[in-house]
């Protein structure tokens, strides 16, 4: 998805602005460019590419030098194909203006009609050119104003940063939906659309609001209204982030480094919630736990991963405390007329906490009154800060594109989210006792040497993902918790290797995918022995030997029954059905990465894909 980074400073802006775009990398994108503005220049220096950064920074070699102010964009195509043309940053008609954005301009083809009607010729397909051409011609030696008027004239939602070849002193922003943060620094200033792009200069950060506009200069940041023009005061926050966190730290792959940052991942939440064996969440008011007690049903809305990660939630939440629950992807929900009232507590789950049909789902659920809480990894995203309450799942940044341990912090915040609702609410299951939450506790303190153990078998998995690279359709089968765990084994192998999986509830399989099995077919089971459906998978993987189908099996450690009866076998420590799919999901996301470097797949990202999805 695209991003954004500004600089106004003493440095020279060309390389912080291509380190920001290097940080922001991880998002995923298909083209890339910067403008620039010397102190003297009466023209922008402007580079753009197609491709990867290495494409654009090849175009840098012997480029001027005393360049103190710039923007910088990755795009990720929306309108138009990705090239050299539609790349941004976009100027005005007279090159007077120059512009980034993240976001959609809903009615550019109406504004660019408008612009064409008054002699305006466009070089891109892009909704954003429009948008540099509609400033500029507001502009008459007043950007804030010219800003102002063009917002006023656009629907849709964005992030901007602009500036004006007329005043290298400052640089301006806006935003509505988009993310923005501002870096503070001294005698320099900074935003970018992602505190990735901000790390390696400072951890000073102002977190933007909707409606905001920023001027930065070097020495001030001054944000207004971008309505009415009135001054906002606005308080620095300091973030934790470091830069090493957010590099590979020796592993190949991002993907690989951030699997095996599990166990400290799963280490650090109970470190955070649990204290002397009572869940504590701090973000939890008691105004919002006393509503809580009050809630009927809980809805979990969530895309992709995060999605999978509700449905284990509803599982969690049905069938150990016995309280309705449904489990939703956002896009659906935003648009079904949901039924949800102030009885309901609906759960927004979401890695990078921006992803537009969560969002727009959230905002659904507060217009109907329900009380909302947000399970959210990126610290002071846009859906952590619209949300009634927040749980941090504090995984850190997770740059690969597929999510891998932000999935295990999400199971993590849910499991104790439900203990916790276990513990306080009036209508969990009668059997729900406090000797149940301290048994699920003392589970779960378990789970990260229980990681530890399942990641020792990377070469077990290796050896499969040898025999089974060339394979272009793959089934995962599981039931109850497992069949979540089925859908996300089955979208990690579709995200990296591109070969076609299909995850279902084993007990489906009879109904009609159990045409697709020969022996050339393979088939993953999930089928942990403490399930208490195990021997409706056994009877499953019965079915598919049965067919000659090559079974590979995620089971119990010590359980040669299964073992016996696959070709390919990965253990999982013993634990509680309700937590087994927090180790089950661990070797599926190994042998997705496996298959995808044997195939030379870009891994970390993978076509297509964006890290967080900010468009419909
Ligand atoms: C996960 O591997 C995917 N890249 C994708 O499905 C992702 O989980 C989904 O887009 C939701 O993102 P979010 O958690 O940032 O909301």
Redesign the pocket.
């Known amino acids: 998805m695209c991003g954004i980074v500004g600089y106004i400073g003493e440095r020279e802006a060309i390389p912080v602005l291509i380190k920001g775009l290097e940080h922001l990398e991880y998002r995923g994108y298909d083209s890339a460019g910067i403008a620039c503005l010397g102190a003297r220049s009466s023209k922008f220096f402007v580079a753009k590419e197609k491709g990867k950064l290495s494409e654009l920074k090849a175009q840098l070699n012997g480029v001027p030098s005393n360049i103190h102010l710039g923007i910088g964009h990755t795009r990720w195509a929306t309108h138009g194909q990705p090239s050299r043309a539609n790349a941004h940053p976009h100027l005005g008609q007279n090159g007077v203006i120059a512009l980034v954005h993240n976001g959609i301009i809903e009615n550019y083809a109406e504004l660019r009609a408008e612009l064409e009607r008054h002699g305006h010729k466009f070089k891109s397909q892009t909704d954003t050119e429009v948008a540099a051409h509609l400033v500029e011609r507001y502009y008459h030696g007043n950007l804030q104003e010219a800003i102002q008027k063009a917002i006023q004239r656009m629907t849709g939602f964005f992030a901007f940063v602009v500036i004006s070849r007329d005043d290298p002193s400052r640089l301006f922003a806006c935003k509505r939906s988009n993310p923005l943060v501002v870096g503070v620094g001294h005698g320099e200033n900074f935003i970018a659309s992602d505190i990735s792009a901000l790390l390696p200069y400072t951890k000073q950060v102002i977190y933007l609001e909707d409606d905001e506009l920023i001027e930065l200069r070097c020495d001030a940041v001054t944000v207004f209204d971008l309505q009415t023009g009135t001054r906002i005061k606005k308080s620095v926050s300091r973030i934790n982030w470091n830069v090493e966190k957010a590099q590979k730290g020796g592993y190949k792959h991002f993907m690989l480094k951030e699997i095996y940052e599990q166990p400290e991942v799963v280490r650090n939440t109970l470190e955070a919630r649990v204290k002397k064996g009572k869940i504590v969440f701090d973000s939890l008011t008691q105004k919002w736990i006393h509503r809580l007690k009050q809630i009927d049903k809980i809805h979990f809305v ?7 990660a509700g449905l284990v939630g509803n599982y969690m939440l049905g069938e150990s405390l016995r309280l309705p629950s449904e489990a939703t992807v ?1 896009s659906e929900f935003r648009y079904e007329d949901p039924a949800v009232d102030e009885d309901d507590l609906v759960v ?8 537009a ?2 969002l727009a789902a959230l905002r659904e659920a507060k217009a109907r009154g329900a009380l909302t809480l947000a399970i ?3 610290v002071g995203s846009t ?1 952590a800060r619209e949300a009634d309450a927040v749980l941090y799942t504090h995984a850190g940044p997770e740059i ?5 341990k ?2 295990l912090a ?1 199971l993590m915040i849910i499991a104790l989210f439900s203990i916790f609702i276990g513990e306080i609410h009036p209508a969990r299951k009668k059997d729900f006792t406090q000797a149940k939450a301290r048994t699920l506790l003392k589970e779960l303190s378990r789970l990260p040497r229980q990681i530890e153990e399942t990641l020792r078998d990377e070469k077990r998995v290796e050896v499969c993902a040898r025999a089974l690279r060339e394979k272009k359709n793959f089934i995962y089968l599981g039931r109850g918790y497992n069949y979540p765990t089925a859908l996300e084994g089955a ?2 192998l579709k ?1 990296i290797t591109y070969a076609h999986a299909h995850g279902y509830a084993a007990g489906e399989m009879k109904h009609g995918p159990i045409a697709l099995i020969d022996q050339t077919q393979p088939v993953i089971c999930i089928a942990p022995s403490t399930s208490k459906t195990y021997e409706k998978m056994v009877s499953n993987i019965e079915e598919i030997r049965a067919r000659k189908g090559i079974v590979i099996s995620v089971t119990t450690r010590g359980d040669e029954n299964v073992r016996s009866l696959s070709k390919y076998t990965f253990s999982i420590p013993e634990t509680q059905e309700m937590l087994s799919p927090i180790l089950a999901v661990v070797p599926l996301q190994l042998l997705a990465y496996k298959i995808a470097v044997l195939n030379q797949r870009d891994v970390d990202q ?1 076509r297509n ?5 900010t468009v419909e």
């Open positions: 969530s895309c992709g991963t995060a999605y999978h956002s927004l789950i979401t890695q990078s906490g921006e992803t049909d969560t959210v990894n990126v859906i690969g594109v597929a999510s891998t932000a999935y999400q979208l990690k995200e993978p894909l964006a890290k967080s999805v």
